[in-house]
């Protein structure tokens, strides 16, 4: 009803409570447990991986991870650098696996993320994530649906949003406001279906 998880370290957290970020390419290994592969969209020079700070729901400063595309690689990092400033929680960010793919889709991870070489929702031409072109803040705090359709599947309780949790993204609040700053638009806006986790510089 009310998800605020403690964050797993996956990477060093951060020292102190200033924001910090870096740009580098894909090291061979992070692009090993992504879900790259040749037949996808980008070619991986066209990635960027992405280090960051975060505030966890349980109020310490992490440090997440994210393969963007190298257009949009400023722009993520420019983002949750004001969400850090306003406390923003965020329950996990690390680089999505192969075997997520095919995991059922309850988002027990609730894992921020951007590239995912997957295709759009219920169709076959590719989404904008697997051009590393879209990042999904918090996904179980912010379900995408459409019709009787709720993923992830365990979060109907985020259906109601009059109820303002920690961690939800709402017109108007500092999420929507910090990603259309640099022009990324947002799926909550949407009328079918309704992604309210999702934000994207292709508008798709």
Not at 173 to 190: C, E, I, L, N, Y
């Amino acid at each position: 009803m009310n998800r605020a998880l403690p964050t797993r370290d996956f990477l060093p957290p951060p020292d102190g409570t200033t924001y910090t970020s870096k740009i580098v390419p894909v090291p061979a290994d992070v692009l090993a447990r992504s879900t790259w592969q040749a037949a996808c969209p980008v070619r991986s020079t066209d990635l960027r991986y992405v280090t960051l700070s975060f505030w966890g729901f349980d109020g310490r400063a992490h440090t997440g991870e994210l393969l963007v595309n190298r257009t949009g690689a400023q722009a993520a990092a420019t983002v949750f650098g004001k969400l850090f400033a306003e406390r923003f929680p965020l329950e996990e960010m690390r680089v999505t696996s192969p075997g997520e793919l095919d995991a059922p889709p309850t988002g027990d991870g609730n894992d921020t993320s951007a590239f995912v070489c997957r295709p759009v929702r219920g169709a076959t031409n590719w989404s904008a994530h697997a051009y590393g072109l879209a990042v999904d803040v918090n996904p179980f705090c912010n379900p995408y649906t459409k019709g009787p359709l709720v993923l992830p599947e365990l979060a109907s309780a985020y259906l109601d949003r009059s109820r303002v949790r920690p961690g939800m993204v709402v017109a108007g609040g500092p999420v929507v406001r910090d990603f259309a700053a640099v022009g990324w638009s947002w799926g909550g806006a949407w009328t079918s279906p309704v992604d309210r986790m999702h934000f994207t510089a292709t508008g798709h």
